[in-house]
């Protein structure tokens, strides 16, 4: 299956294991993301609460 015109955000922390198995398996899949380190960016988090209601991370946010 291919989604056409999709951007994915990936919101994650570097020493996160679940991020790092995230970004593997996009990158095994060739798939294309931008992502937000919470750790370097703190600012993000904001956004990212804003968007979800909370600061769990990862958190792949896709927008059209």
Same mark, same amino acid.
């Given at each position: 299956m291919v989604i056409?015109?999709?951007q994915l @955000?990936?919101?994650a922390r570097l020493?996160? %294991? $679940?991020c790092k198995a995230?970004? @593997?398996f996009l990158?095994?899949?060739?798939? %294309? $993301?931008n992502m937000y380190d919470?750790?370097?960016?703190?600012?993000?988090?904001e956004d990212?609460?804003?968007i979800t209601g909370t600061r769990i991370v990862p958190?792949?946010?896709f927008k059209s």
């Open positions: 056409k015109n999709v @955000e990936l919101y020493d996160c %294991s $679940y995230g970004k @593997e990158s095994k899949h060739s798939v %294309s $993301y919470l750790a370097k960016e703190p600012f993000t988090e990212l609460i804003k958190t792949f946010v």
